[in-house]
């Protein structure tokens, strides 16, 4: 049985920083390319940043390049997103979320998401 819990979500002012975890059980965890996505009020959820499972490959939306930096810790099976430079549209529940072995698009396990709230 695979579970993702995410945490690190909170209130932070424009211009700030938070750090987002995944803690993932199940085996395997370091054979599986990672991700986080985020879904805003009235919005559909979009991509944010992925991960491969060789930790040497990741990928981001536009919207966030260089504000944030995901990584993993595959002993202890968790994956991180540092999101710095905060801004309000980065407001958001994110999800983290384990990519498919079979598809480099279908996602098939995900979290129950936590709130990122960015103040003006």
């Known amino acids: 049985q695979v579970q993702l819990v995410e945490s690190g979500g909170g209130l932070v002012q424009a211009g700030g920083s938070l750090r987002l975890s995944c803690a993932a059980s199940g085996v395997f965890f370091s054979s599986y390319t990672m991700g986080w996505f985020r879904q805003a009020p009235g919005k559909e959820r979009e991509f944010v940043a992925a991960i491969n499972r060789s930790v040497g490959s990741t990928s981001y939306a536009d919207s966030v390049k260089g504000r944030f930096t995901i990584s993993r810790d595959n002993a202890k099976k968790t994956v991180y997103l540092q999101m710095n430079s905060l801004k309000p549209e980065d407001t958001a529940v994110y999800y983290c979320?384990?990519?498919?072995?079979?598809?480099?698009?279908?996602?098939?396990?995900w979290g129950q998401g936590t709130q990122v709230t960015v103040s003006s």
């Open positions: 979320a384990r990519r498919s072995l079979t598809s480099t698009t279908i996602y098939d396990y």
